[in-house]
């Protein structure tokens, strides 16, 4: 039995092209992002990859992304759940402020820490260790369940959520998740092992 997982992140956002802290902002995607996620389903559809179930954020530009990647895998209906579970992790006060101003105002090392450390939260808003809090849950009671199942489950969501859970796949600690970044509109192909753990992982690059 297959027990299949892609993780997509969306395709680029307009703040995402404007440099801007997004968080639970919900701009819309670019063209350029728009290309991106049919790229990913593309190459899906290449590999033959079908799902039985969708998930994604309460967010457009996620939600957009499932859109695209389905249409071009040739499956437009399928049965698609949205939570805000998968929701980006909030920026708090940083939503909407340039990231290069930011640098500038508060320090290069500042800004690292906030947008690529475990722990530390961004004033009013997530550290990626929250994020992992709400994620995580979400991901064992209602996607894992389909995965072990059996079911072909497809999660488009944000750089951060999905680092969240890329963090417990891979087994990644607070030291090595700062060195992990996931680029806009490429897909991962997760296969499970029984016992959940991950059997193979593909990067679908290019
Ligand atoms: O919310 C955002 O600004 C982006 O989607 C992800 O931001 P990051 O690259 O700072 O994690």
Redesign the pocket.
Known sequence: MDRLLVLARHGQ?E??LKN????WKDPGLTDLGIEEARNAGRRLKEMGVQFDVAFTSDLSRAQRTCKLILEEIGQPNLKTIADQALN??D?GDLAGLN?DDARARWGEEQVHLW??SYDVPPPGGESLKDTVARVLPYYIRDILPRVMRGERVLVAA???SLRALVMVLDGLTSETIPGLELATGIPLVYKLNEDTTVASKKVLEG
Do not use: A, D, I, V
């Open positions: 956002s703040w995402n801007l802290f997004t968080g980006e992790r920026y990231k947008r690529r944000h750089g951060n």
